[in-house]
Structures are given as structure tokens and as C-alpha cells.
């Protein structure tokens, strides 16, 4: 008899319109049923009465994140930016897709035609704010690195492989909400190869910031699926600084969360330490990266290294580099990280979580699931 797979604790699924979504969540609510699937996509007919209830109409998140494993709840999927529920959820329980930019925007035009009877033309759609790097502001405030699963919709069958030996699943691939390249009401095709030049200028002109989060994401992404068909484990870590007098960063393997993550600290391919990342860092217990918090690392750096010298922190084992900057660099000089802790104070969200979000839910192009 075929037994269920069902991941330990619930996992959002932070589902970016045109993305392959609508695909993952189906081939979920296929494996594990409809029951064990919630939605959330606004206080509308496509959520859950449950989200509706807990999350629109009376918000008790603390009651909401209960009720989940309570009622045996696999995935929470919906239009909703990972801030909106990492503190519902553990950094290693959240997932999400992501697709090359300006062919995530080309298929949104051609969905705004064909749904919503959209009529102007693509560079118009192009203009309209809300639909401008849309896959960082729902990956905005959490680091890339700590996400659980990040899978490229390119590459659905790798990506799908990676979420299966991450939550021990058996999801199965399936294609849905797809349209075949025809031209829009307007005249205009939406194949990305079909643009022209000024069109895809422009496209990637307002997406600048969509394209460089999947730059990021397509190096991790290679990392990840060439340790799993190493048969290694993926460390989720980061590089922070690397100023004259010390390194900084944190690391944390989600397959085994009570354990700290061994490190080597390496000189131009030569070993100089080890290092364990068990120092408490507040912007990672804010973000739920486990352990409490307590996965950072901060080594002093002994004399006689220079902007020539290359450094690298690698997992001890697998040999996996941790991203972030490997020259050293002047304390002035050095790229700001915004989850790097200098004083202590966790990341606010002043600007509003419900209403960004809702800003993003009430675009009457963006209504179709």
C-alpha cells in the first residue's frame, strides 16, 4: 500500500504569481489531499475559511499557527510575501519559486489580456509599479540564504527534487495554468524571444532588482543541486563581513537544527581554522533560522592578511563555500548587510506588512490564481 508523505511541520509556500505556483500546489493538494493544503489569497472565494477567519477577518496568528498543526495542515500556499508569515513559520518551513524576470513579467501581460481584458501595450504593463520587481519585494526581509527552498520554475523537475529530499515528500511533477504562445487581444506575443529590443530593454530597466535577486538565486540554486546528487547536505549560511581584523556570519544546517554548523576557514586553498558558528545572532533568531539564534560566527583574523588574500569559509565535509565577500576589505568600505547585527536591535516592520500586502492583493490584475 502506497503510504502518504507528509513533511513534519507545515511549510508556506510563498507563491509569486507566474512562478509555476499554481503547478506546486496542485501536485501537493495530489499527494497529500485538498484537506491538508490551505490557501491564501486575500479575503476572497480562493482562500480557505480558516485563513479567512484567522488571518482577514479576526487576526490571531499566534491561534492560527496552532490550528495548523493541530488539523495536520502540509502547506499554506497563497499570494502573500514571506515577511507576512515568518513568524508564523520556522526560516527552514518556508518555500517559494522564482522565474527569470522578464519572463515572469511577459507571461503576467498576457495573463492581464486574456483574463482581465487588459488593452494597452507591454511596455504599459511594464510602467505600472505593482508589477516592477515583484519577486523581491515577496522575498524582501529574509535572507535568500536562510530560506528554506527557493526552486527556479526553469528548472521545476530539479527544483521539485530538491523540495522532496528537503521535506521528505513525494511531490509529483504536473503543468497546469499554462497557455499556449499565441498573440494577446492587443496584437502583442508574449513569447520573452518574440520582444523587441526596446521592449525587453525596458523590461529589464524596471526589473533591475528582480535581476539581480535571480542572479543570487540561480548561483545558490546550482550549489544545492550539485550537493544533493553528491549526496551532501545543504548548509544554509552566509558570509556577512570581512574587514582587516575579523570575519562574520552565520551558517545552519536545517536537516539537523540542534546541531552547529562546523566550519574551515581557508587562505588562498590553505586551511588557517576552524570555527563553529554558535554565537547568538538577534536578526537570525528574529527570522526563525533555529537554534534559537544561536548560529553566528565571528573570528578574529590574525595579522599579515591583505586585500590580495582570498578567503574562504567552507562546511567542513562537503566543502561547500558559504556565499558572501572573500577579499578583504576596509572597514569604511565594506557593503552593508542589512541583517548583520550592530546593535542588537532586530529588523522592524514599520512599514506595514498587512498593508504592502494588500496593496499587492487588491491590483485587479493580479486576481487570478
Known sequence: MFLKRLPREPV?????????????????????????????????????????QRIHHQPDYFGFQRQLKQEGICLLSGHAPIRYYRRIFPASQIATLVRDPVAR???????ACARQNYRDDFISFCRIPEHQNVQSRYLEQMPLELIGFIGLTERYEDSL?????????????LKLNRRSDKQTNNGSSTDIKKLTPREL??????????????????????????????DEAFVHGKVQTLSPTHISGWAVQHSKPEQPVQLELHVNGV?????????????????????SGYVGFNHRLQQ??????????????????????????????????????????????????????????????????
Open 304 to 369: 599579515g592578511l591583505s586585500q590580495s588574500d582570498h578567503l574562504e569559509v567552507r562546511v567542513a565535509g562537503s566543502q561547500q563555500i558559504l556565499n558572501g565577500p572573500r577579499q578583504i576589505t576596509p572597514v569604511g568600505d565594506q557593503p552593508h548587510d542589512e541583517y548583520q547585527d550592530e546593535t542588537n536591535e532586530p529588523y522592524s516592520d514599520d512599514d506595514g506588512t498587512f498593508d504592502s500586502r494588500q496593496h499587492l492583493l487588491d491590483n485587479p490584475l493580479r486576481r487570478a490564481v
Open 271 to 291: 586551511l588557517l581554522e576552524q570555527l563553529v558558528a554558535s554565537q547568538y545572532q538577534p536578526a537570525m533568531k528574529e527570522r526563525n533560522a533555529g537554534r
Open 161 to 173: 527534487e530538491i523540495f522532496n529530499t528537503t521535506y521528505k515528500t513525494r511531490l509529483q511533477p
Open 201 to 230: 530593454e525596458f523590461a529589464q530597466t524596471v526589473n533591475e532588482a528582480d535581476l539581480t535577486l535571480y542572479s543570487k538565486i540561480c548561483t545558490l540554486f546550482e550549489q544545492r543541486i550539485n550537493l544533493l546528487r553528491s
Open 105 to 111: 513579467i511577459a507571461s503576467h501581460y498576457h495573463t
Open 12 to 52: 508556506f509556500f510563498a507563491h509569486i504569481p507566474k512562478t509555476a505556483g499554481t503547478s506546486f500546489r496542485q501536485a501537493a493538494i495530489r499527494a497529500w489531499g485538498k484537506s491538508r493544503v490551505w490557501r491564501d489569497y486575500g479575503d476572497s472565494s480562493h482562500s480557505s475559511a480558516e485563513v479567512k
